[in-house]
């Protein structure tokens, strides 16, 4: 099973920042079965970014992924109001599909 | 445009059952794999489990084989999870999602809550 260990837990952080999100696998994974999803507070998660770079359906460019192997990141380049939420990183390349613990985005 | 609407949950006793239904439209349903994913309250996201697009291949986490059931009508474009010897810790809000392996999760339902308590 592939465990992806997320950091920090919390990134406190004011708007207009550029905010850096750390995803690390277990093992080394093929970069095109690795999301991050955007949960809001009472609402279900969102896709924003699938195959480790590529933006989903109506995600703004400000959201950005990289990575390769085990390390992955999520960048937001100047955080918007909205952005404030908790982001998660899955691997979805293979059963059981799995997910980091989170990072939450808070407001400084 | 994608839909997917949940129902059936709610408060059930320890040792109980429950059926969880979703109903999806916007998209060709039989051609998708489709996943159940829960949350805790204040905790992170759990794949519960899985099915292909026609039922050939079923995927169930540890935490939950042997007790929960996943299942779907591609006639009525629903999938279900039907839940047995329910225990607390099964407590959650439960996703109806669209994909699954090789495929990211790319629509989530607005989820239900299950309540596992005397």
């Known amino acids: 099973e592939i465990v992806l260990t997320q950091s920090p837990g919390t990134l406190c952080l004011s708007p207009g920042e550029r905010a850096t999100l750390s995803c690390r696998a277990s093992?080394?994974?093929?970069?095109?079965?690795l999301g991050w999803y955007q949960q809001k507070p009472g609402q279900a998660p969102r896709l924003l970014i699938y195959g480790a770079s590529s933006r989903a359906t109506g995600i703004p460019d400000r959201f950005s992924g990289s990575g390769s192997g085990t390390d992955f990141t999520l960048t937001i380049s100047r955080l918007e109001p909205e952005d404030f939420a908790v982001y998660y990183c899955q691997y979805y390349g293979s059963s059981p599909l799995t997910f980091g613990g989170g990072t939450k985005v808070e407001i400084k | 445009e994608v839909q997917l609407l949940e129902s059936g949950g709610g408060l059930v006793q320890p040792g109980g059952s429950l059926r969880l239904s979703c109903v999806a439209s916007?998209?060709?349903?039989?051609?998708?794999?489709m996943t159940w994913v829960r949350q805790a309250p204040g905790k992170g996201l759990e794949r519960v489990s899985g099915i292909t697009g026609s039922s050939g291949s079923t995927y169930y986490a540890d935490s939950v084989k042997g007790r929960f059931t996943i299942s779907r009508d591609n006639s009525k474009n629903t999938l279900s999870l039907q839940m047995g010897s329910l225990r607390a810790e099964d407590t959650a809000v439960y996703y109806c999602?669209?994909?699954?392996?090789?495929?990211?999760?790319?629509?989530w339902g607005q989820g239900t809550l299950v309540t596992v308590s005397s």
């Open positions: 916007g998209f060709t349903f039989s051609s998708h794999t």
């Open positions: 999602v669209k994909g699954g392996t090789g495929v990211p999760l790319e629509y």
């Open positions: 093992q080394s994974v093929s970069s095109s079965y």
